[in-house]
């Protein structure tokens, strides 16, 4: 089983060392990963619009109303979360690296994706 203890590791484990994760807010189709800092557990995600999706994340964790109870469970713990975004060309392309990263870390215990 892989280890992964940072969600840069994630991405520079698909992307290569070099890969530059932007954190800008407000672009368009992207793969976001949501780390708990304490622990380096994850969640992937892919949007359309990751303002508006990381707003929805941060108001739902706030009324404890996540949908991903894990996240939910840990953010409770401890509200430290850093966000990553990868931006994409299209919502298609941001699907199947979504999914390409699913599937790459999908026995790992640090994923919190249901």
């Not at 800008?24 to 557990?41: A, L, P, S």
């Amino acid at each position: 089983m892989e280890s992964v203890t940072r969600s840069n590791d994630i991405i520079n484990g698909y992307c290569g060392s070099d890969f530059d994760i932007p954190k800008r807010i407000g672009i368009k189709n992207t793969v976001y990963v949501i780390e708990h800092d304490k622990t380096g557990n994850f969640y992937v995600g892919s949007t359309g619009d990751f303002h508006i999706r990381k707003t929805q994340h941060k108001r739902d964790l706030s009324l404890n109303k996540n949908s991903n109870g894990k996240l939910q469970k840990l953010y409770n713990e401890d509200q430290n979360l850093t966000y990553l975004v990868i931006p994409v060309e299209s919502r298609e392309e941001a699907y199947n690296f979504e999914q390409k990263l699913l599937d790459k870390y999908k026995d790992n215990p640090k994923l919190l994706n249901v």
